[in-house]
């Protein structure tokens, strides 16, 4: 089933821009910081803390995102393998409302890229941060929303797979 979803995950990606930039952020550097890490086992635990609208033409969105992990352990942002099969990825849909549901239109996937100045992992109490360029040409006037979802393959079995999806209205 894992393979399934890689597939089809691999398969939709692509019609969004890459990133304009990307950083791995520590934590005490973001604002409302808050966040604890995740006591007990070692575990993973990926979240997307802010999701919000940079610039919108008729064409296009830029939007700007922040994953936090707030596990206690590094998370590796390109996997082990040469293939993008165990990296991690998003999704993004358009959506009537601001919760994920079955019906809601999805429009592209992007897997991360390593930052120049990173590891390549995301340590624990870190985030990445980043940007992306989202073409509109799907959305009707019935999507008031766009929903993210990250590691949608299930790659990390994490501490709380619930937190794994952000929205914001435009």
Do not use: W
């Not at 340590?123 to 999507?143: E, G, W």
């Amino acid at each position: 089933m894992r393979f399934l979803l890689s597939a089809i995950l691999i398969l939709v990606i692509f019609s969004c821009s890459p990133k304009v930039n990307n950083t791995i952020v520590p934590a005490d550097q973001l604002p409302d910081s808050n966040l604890s890490i995740k006591s007990g086992d070692s575990c993973y635990d990926l979240q997307i803390i802010s999701l919000k609208l940079l610039e919108k033409s008729k064409k296009e969105v830029v939007v700007e995102y922040i994953i936090m992990n707030n596990g206690n352990q590094a998370v590796n942002i390109e996997g082990e393998k040469r293939s993008k099969s165990d990296n991690i990825g998003i999704q993004i849909f358009f959506s009537g409302d601001d919760k994920f549901n079955r019906g809601d239109l999805l429009v592209d996937g992007i897997f991360l890229e390593t930052p120049s100045d990173s590891d390549g992992t995301i340590p624990a109490k870190s985030a990445y941060k980043a940007q992306l360029i989202i073409d509109l040409d799907r959305k009707t006037s019935f999507h008031s929303s766009l929903i993210m979802h990250v590691d949608p393959i299930q790659i990390y079995n994490e501490c709380d797979e619930t937190n794994n999806y952000a929205s914001m209205k435009f």
